[in-house]
């Protein structure tokens, strides 16, 4: 019995060329790819996660403490609190104002700034710590000369990791800020929308200068120092030490209050405030320098640090 091998060399099967049946977008699209990947690696951090639920507890404390102050006042009325077999020596109105004058939970501007301002520390944590896997991963691993290698000119690399900034920023500050005006109306009337749309207008404001003056530190930091405890270092001086040198200085040394304008945090909290319209003799503590001026520093700041980007992202050798 003979068995006959075949012989015949083998041909190799190719892959058949499939054209791209899409449609064709140009660089600028690129920009959302680049905030994408930015967010699923902050997303996949568990550290992100446990500072995104101190940010939830806050939301709610300001969304429930709303509620308590209307259920005080509709349920108790003029009628004494009572605790169990305890009754409080103040009446149910006198609670609600003094909740409404601690807390300032009243729907206004103080509202929303001070929950901006609360929100705006944990947001500025996240960032520091982030700022390495947004950014200085790109220079330390040298995977930006890929990106750049791409049809993308090197703004909109940028344009996208400072989208992913903004999406995160605003989803932590803005947007739950814009949740508390609604139902403040809600709860109110719904003239305070009428009444109050210049708030409305103040909290996208608000949102727009945490997002700028924080985004463009934040990618400038990263691309000088690339990794994380370096750029948390920096932070926390421009942010703590910042601070504790501009209460030296004014409160300590009695020094003019134009020297609290080396805290870029206060600076962002005046410019913040005027635009809900809260006038800066009510900001503690005082004196305060104008906002204006405030204003210009952060200007100043921000034009520092797209001045730098460009030429670091210049510096870049992009082999094609």
């Not at 012989?7 to 099967?13: D, G, H, K, S």
């Not at 905030?35 to 996660?49: P, Q």
């Not at 509202?111 to 330390?140: C, K, P, Q, R």
């Not at 903004?166 to 305070?192: C, H, M, R």
Request: net charge positive; glycine share 8%; with cysteine.
């Amino acid at each position: 019995m003979t068995s006959t091998i075949d012989q015949r060399p083998a041909v190799p099967t190719l892959l058949a060329y499939r054209p791209w049946r899409g449609q064709f977008r140009g660089p600028t699209a690129g920009m959302w790819a680049i905030a994408r990947t930015a967010l699923h690696l902050l997303l996949r951090r568990r550290l992100f996660w446990g500072l995104y639920a101190l940010c939830v507890m806050i939301f709610l404390f300001f969304f429930y403490g709303q509620y308590l102050q209307s259920w005080i006042g509709t349920q108790l009325g003029d009628k004494p609190l009572p605790v169990g077999n305890i009754i409080l020596p103040f009446t149910g109105p006198e609670l609600r104002d003094a909740l409404r004058n601690a807390l300032q939970l009243d729907g206004s501007g103080y509202t929303y700034g001070n929950f901006i301002w609360f929100e705006g520390y944990l947001v500025m944590i996240v960032l520091a710590l982030a700022g390495s896997i947004l950014v200085g991963n790109d220079f330390h691993f040298r995977s930006l000369p890929f990106y750049l290698s791409k049809p993308l000119h090197r703004w909109h690399y940028l344009g996208g990791k400072f989208l992913a900034v903004a999406v995160f920023t605003n989803l932590i500050t803005t947007v739950p800020a814009i949740v508390l005006y609604i139902q403040y109306g809600l709860i109110d009337s719904w003239s305070y929308y009428y009444t109050g749309a210049k708030l409305l207008l103040g909290i996208v404001g608000y949102g727009a200068l945490l997002t700028t003056c924080l985004g463009l530190l934040l990618l400038a930091s990263a691309c000088w120092l690339r990794r994380t405890v370096p750029v948390v270092m920096v932070w926390t001086a421009l942010f703590v030490f910042g601070r504790l040198m501009s209460a030296l200085l004014v409160d300590g040394l009695q020094l003019n209050a134009r020297w609290r304008l080396v805290d870029l945090w206060n600076n962002m909290y005046l410019v913040g405030n005027w635009c809900l319209r809260i006038p800066s003799t009510s900001i503690r503590p005082l004196p305060q320098p104008p906002a204006w001026e405030a204003g210009l520093v952060l200007s100043a700041v921000c034009l520092a640090c797209v001045a730098y980007l460009n030429r670091q992202i210049q510096a870049v050798e992009i082999v094609p």
